[in-house]
């Protein structure tokens, strides 16, 4: 989702590079970026806590994907496919979080 979200941000207007593209860039890098330091934390509550962070970032990332499309840097039919892995990767962020909390509540 990354590399997608590099790619599509290259279409953005030159004026965009220190404002959208920054912060489109720096929030889907954000993504692995907690999941992984979450990872590296070995108990369950602090994994749990960096994949929630790792969500709003893929959130925000989904946000500035749409606002890029309202200004129309990029089309719907650019972003349906990363859009759909961003949906993807909510997902099983949530179901991850969710089993993380519930085996530490057992």
């Known amino acids: 989702m990354v590399v997608q979200i590099y790619k599509l941000s ?3 207007s030159s ?3 220190y404002r959208l593209t920054a912060q489109i860039t720096r929030s889907a890098a954000s993504v692995p970026a907690n999941i ?3 990872h590296a934390r070995e108990i369950g509550k602090d994994y749990a806590h960096f994949l ?3 969500k709003g970032s893929l959130m925000k990332t ?3 994907l749409m606002l890029a499309i309202r200004l ?3 089309s719907a039919n650019q972003t349906h496919e990363t859009l759909s892995l961003i949906t993807e990767i909510s997902k099983m962020l949530t179901t991850l979080q969710n089993r993380i909390l519930q085996s530490k509540n057992q």
């Open 52 to 54: 929630a962070i790792a």
């Open 36 to 38: 992984a330091e979450g």
């Open 62 to 64: 989904e946000t500035f």
């Open 15 to 17: 004026t965009e590079i």
């Open 72 to 74: 129309s840097y990029l």
């Open 10 to 12: 290259a279409h953005f």
